[in-house]
């Protein structure tokens, strides 16, 4: 497929697109070169997306509609908030960022809108359902700044309509009369997948039904040519109105909530959509324009890629949208198949999802058992507490999302979930680095939130074997929530563990739970801590710990066998249940002078941080059994992370294998170093 400007389109030959630099740009075109710039439009983002990878098909839909946006309004005065933004790239073409040779990487474009490339991005969250709230506050702050020339417009699709805060947001927007804010519904059906819940059905009618106002157009046009009677009788039709409205399109829906309505428009005619934003622009209170769009339009491997329309896509080949590079078996491929198999096995496993069905790896259960599998849509907050009622009447739900998006639900977890005791698996894919997604999908923030909730159980599985053995261990606890984590991406090789420590021992703290071990696995389950390799120790030597949590344990492994090679007294394990900390963990370090965690996630408040706290609990019960061992915490530090592949990133935090064999070096001998200098003073 050729460059977009290889593509002759505009005057005297040359292409469209490399002439808008800037929103304004699109006034001095016409309607026909408006057509021949949204063709322009899509070939480039093909070639593009196809040599980098990204959000493909959501861009693909809303090209005409993004168009219209920015001749109708005026960015940056006029505020434009997408909702998600992974529907962005055609505003970053047409405000004067036309390299994509980057995107998605270090040093190029976001995959997101972003407020370091241009003042026409206002919100860089990526997490969708929030446009709403962002646009009524800068609406407000505009009213009361005097600014009531200035415009907002939140783009928000059908499925974050799902979410409750877009509700929340609506009853609020519903008391504004006398702001600007213009909420374009950009409804293709789908949001990774075809949109579930009431709404949906809701906008399915008025897809397919006529507008009221056209119906209403043709009675009076009859009517009005029969004279006199004709008059009366239309009189007396125009009073009943809002009842014919409320049965040809249920656009009352919205109405009732009191903001104005109009559409359904198609969002592919940029006339249309423009006619439409015009007249909402002229009212000075809140209106709905709702936009019809196809996700993927006019590229037809997305169009005919019937999962989710090419949401998102890896590197392709364009004139195919073949993956460049065939995954390997992945993670999440290995949860939808031990899932399956486990219901098969429990009727009482149900899963439930947060519109990412098959991107969780949910998709095979829901062929195979339809009933077993609930799509509650965009509502992470809802999804949690749903399943602590499925707990509760006696189901095992497991409830599958990308880390990053449990953040929304932490209150959910907590008091829902955990408060109740209910046996509710949370299983978190893409945990950890993701990289090129940026900063707001890096799922980094899960075990230290989790860390803080009462009762739960948070498994970190490092290869395939580990992660079938912990999902087992997690649907067969009915009395408190478990959460299994696992990185984005193909699965490691596997590491043989030489021994597990200390199976059988118990921990005195959890003296009080030993009531309850006959409705638990083996009761060393939680406890299970493999070693992977083990030094001899040399005499007089600082003897290491490195504990890798969860995909870390190859990194760690290899630190080890660097050290092991210098001759240093070294031990590398791995946890499969990281919280709370494993007993025989705690007396494994606390027995060491170096211990050395690393984790792919929060180092603050961490796996470290709170094996670190542990054992310090474990030494005061035991008193004079020796000195504090050094700890090192390796991992994501408290900060937004910038867009940059998972490499590179565990390069700036320390996280390679070389990285945690100098942390653990320098702190091995600062202890042999302590040592020479007590042996020297007592001399």
């Known amino acids: 497929m050729p460059a977009a400007a290889e593509r002759p389109g505009g005057p005297a030959g040359k292409a469209l697109l490399p002439c808008v630099r800037k929103p304004a740009d699109l006034d001095r075109l016409t309607s026909e070169q408006l057509v021949m710039l949204a063709s322009e439009i899509r070939q480039y983002l093909v070639a593009s997306v196809a040599r980098t990878g990204g959000h493909l098909g959501p861009n693909l839909g809303v090209v005409e509609l993004t168009i219209a946006l920015h001749r109708t309004f005026r960015s940056p005065r006029d505020t434009i908030v ?58 407000r702050a505009n009213h009361l700044q005097g600014h009531d020339e200035r415009h907002v417009v939140a783009v928000i699709g059908d499925g974050a309509m799902t979410g409750g805060m877009a509700w929340e947001a609506l009853d609020n927007i519903a008391d504004s009369s006398d702001r600007h804010l213009v909420i374009v519904v950009n409804d293709n059906g789908r949001s990774y997948a075809p949109t579930i819940g009431g ?138 198949e031990e899932i399956l198999s ?20 949910l998709q095979p259960l829901a062929d195979a058992m339809p009933t077993r599998v609930v799509d509650v849509g965009i509502a992470e907050q809802h999804a949690l507490t749903f399943s602590a009622g499925l707990a509760f009447a006696g189901m095992h739900p497991v409830v599958a999302l990308y880390a990053t998006f449990l953040n929304r639900a932490f209150d959910q977890v907590l008091m829902d979930v955990a408060l109740h005791r209910a046996g509710v698996t949370i299983v978190l894919d893409r945990a950890g680095i993701t990289g090129t997604d940026g900063a707001s999908h890096n799922g980094m923030w899960d075990m230290a939130l989790l860390a803080h909730v009462p009762g739960l159980r948070l498994a970190a599985p490092r290869d395939e074997a580990t992660l079938r053995e912990s999902l087992r261990t997690a649907v067969s606890i009915d009395d408190a929530p478990t959460v299994v984590r696992y990185p984005k991406g193909a699965l490691p090789e596997p590491l043989t563990a030489l021994r597990r420590l200390g199976s059988g021992e118990e921990d005195p703290g959890r003296r009080e739970e030993a009531a309850h071990e006959d409705a638990r696995p083996a009761p060393c389950a939680f406890d299970v801590v493999d070693v992977l390799l083990e030094s001899l120790r040399p005499t007089g030597a600082a003897r290491i710990l490195l504990v890798g949590v969860g995909a870390m344990a190859a990194e760690a492994y290899e630190a080890g066998r660097l050290l092991q090679q210098e001759g240093r007294a070294v031990t590398v394990v ?84 070389v990285d945690i064999a100098q942390a653990a070096r320098r702190a091995a001998d600062g202890v042999a170093g302590a040592r020479t200098d007590q042996d020297l003073g007592a001399e």
Do not use: C
């Not at 249920?250 to 198609?266: C, H, M, N, R």
């Not at 025989?584 to 796996?607: F, K, N, T, Y």
């Open 82 to 139: 997408f909702d998600t933004g992974h529907q962005a790239y055609v505003h970053k073409l047409l405000t004067g960022r036309q390299d994509f040779t980057h995107l998605r990487e270090r040093g190029g474009l976001s995959g997101y809108p972003s407020r370091a490339e241009s003042v026409h991005d206002v919100v860089e969250n990526s997490h969708a359902s929030t446009s709403l709230s962002w646009a009524d506050g800068i609406a």
């Open 199 to 336: 709404l949906a059905h809701h906008l399915d009618a008025l897809r397919t039904n006529p507008g009221y106002e056209r119906v209403l157009s043709g009675i009076k046009r009859t009517l009005l040519s029969q004279g006199v009677p004709g008059r009366a009788a239309f009189d007396a039709l125009h009073g009943l109105k809002q009842g014919l409205k409320d049965v040809l399109v249920p656009s009352a829906f919205f109405e009732d909530l009191g903001i104005k309505y109009t559409g359904p428009v198609d969002g592919h005619d940029i006339t249309a959509v423009e006619f439409a934003l015009t007249r909402a622009r002229e009212y000075a209170e809140p209106v709905i324009v709702h936009v019809i769009t196809e996700k993927g339009r006019g590229y037809t491997p997305a169009e005919e890629h019937v999962p989710d329309r090419f949401h998102a896509v890896g590197k392709i080949h364009p004139e195919t949208g073949l993956p460049v590079v065939a995954e390997r078996f992945g993670w999440t491929a290995v949860f939808a």
């Open 342 to 361: 486990l219901a098969r096995g429990d009727k009482r496993i149900v899963g439930v999802t947060a519109a990412m069905q098959a991107p969780v790896g």
């Open 574 to 657: 791995h946890p499969h249940w990281v919280i709370p900390a494993p007993a025989p963990l705690v007396a494994a370090a606390a027995d060491v002078d170096v211990v050395v965690v690393v984790e792919d996630g929060l180092v603050d408040g961490g796996i470290g941080s709170q094996l670190r706290d542990a054992v310090e609990e474990y030494q005061a019960v035991r008193s004079g059994t020796g000195g504090s061992p050094v700890f090192r915490r390796i991992g994501i530090p408290r900060r937004f992370v910038d867009t940059a592949t998972r490499a590179q990133l565990m390069e700036d935090f320390g996280m390679r294998a």
